[in-house]
């Protein structure tokens, strides 16, 4: 098993940035890839990003392209999400979720993801 914890949500403008931490626990962070989700409110989780067990590939929303980036660092048990020219659509709550499993792809299926941190909220204002 693992556990996720984010971490770097908060308020910000319209324009601005943030970068979403989820560090996991355990020894094998490797054999999993991850994503990061986010739920509106009133709305049904979505896919944000995702990456493979060792980062090379990545896979991005349509909504997010361009302005977000994932990473990781396997070494530090840690995955990241570089949030730039933010608008107010992606206010939500913001989720990590991880995968075990053998293939190197990232994947945008929910169902994939069978562990997930507790979210961490972000707001942005116009």
């Known amino acids: 098993q693992v556990q996720l914890v984010e971490s770097g949500g908060g308020l910000v403008q319209a324009g601005g940035s943030l970068k979403l931490s989820c560090a996991a626990s355990g020894r094998t962070f490797s054999s999993y890839r991850m994503g990061w989700f986010r739920q509106a409110p009133g709305k049904e989780r979505e896919f944000v990003a995702g990456?493979?067990?060792?980062?090379?590939?990545?896979y991005y929303a349509d909504s997010v392209k361009g302005r977000f980036t994932i990473s990781r660092d396997n070494a530090k048990n840690t995955v990241f999400l570089q949030m730039n020219s933010l608008k107010p659509e992606d206010t939500a709550v913001y989720y990590c979720a991880a995968d075990q499993t053998i293939y190197n792809i990232a994947s945008s299926r929910l169902a994939d993801y069978d562990y997930w941190g507790q979210g961490t909220p972000i707001t942005v204002s116009s």
């Open positions: 990456i493979g067990r060792i980062a090379v590939s990545t």
